[in-house]
C-alpha cells in the first residue's frame, strides 16, 4: 500500500515457494497466510485510485481510495500499536474487511480496533 502510494507501479515476491519467506506451503500449491493477506490488499487497489495516503501525529496511516459510483474506502493501520479508531461518520463506513478476507459491519459506535495489521473500511456509495 505505501509502496504503491509512494509512485511503485509493480511488486515482486522472490522465492514464492521458499519454507521460511515464501507465499506457498512446500508443495507450492497452498497458500500461507500472507499470500492471503497479499491477495486481499490486491484486491482492494486493482481498479482503485489513490487519493491520500499518509499517517497522523499519533502514528495512524491512512490510505483513501475511490473507485467510480461515489465508492470510498479507508485502509487503516498503526504499525506500532493496538489501538481504538474512531471512524469520521462522514465516512459513511458499512463494513470493515480484514486480511483474511473477512468482511464485518461497522457497529454502531463507529470504533474499530486497529494494529499492524491493515483493515479497509468501506463506504460502497451508489
Keep these: 500500500v505505501v509502496a504503491w502510494a509512494s509512485g511503485v507501479s509493480r511488486l515482486y515476491w522472490y522465492a514464492w515457494d521458499n ?3 515464501g507465499l506457498v506451503r512446500r508443495n507450492g500449491v497452498t ?3 500472507p499470500a492471503i493477506a497479499y491477495g486481499q490488499v490486491e484486491n482492494w487497489l486493482v481498479g482503485a ?3 491520500s495516503c499518509g499517517s497522523d501525529n499519533a502514528g495512524i496511516w491512512t490510505c483513501t481510495l475511490t473507485r467510480p459510483g461515489n465508492y ?3 485502509i487503516v493501520w498503526d504499525p506500532g500499536r493496538r489501538v ?3 471512524v469520521p461518520s462522514e465516512w459513511k463506513v458499512t463494513e470493515i474487511r480484514d486480511l483474511s478476507g473477512g468482511v464485518r459491519a461497522l ?3 463507529h470504533k474499530v480496533d ?3 495489521s491493515p483493515i479497509m473500511l468501506v463506504s460502497p456509495g451508489h
Design 19 to 21: 519454507g521460511n519467506m
Design 31 to 33: 497458500p500461507k497466510p
Design 49 to 51: 485510485t489513490m487519493t
Design 72 to 74: 470510498r474506502a479507508w
Design 84 to 86: 481504538s479508531f474512531s
Design 107 to 109: 457497529g454502531k459506535d
Design 114 to 116: 486497529i494494529g499492524p
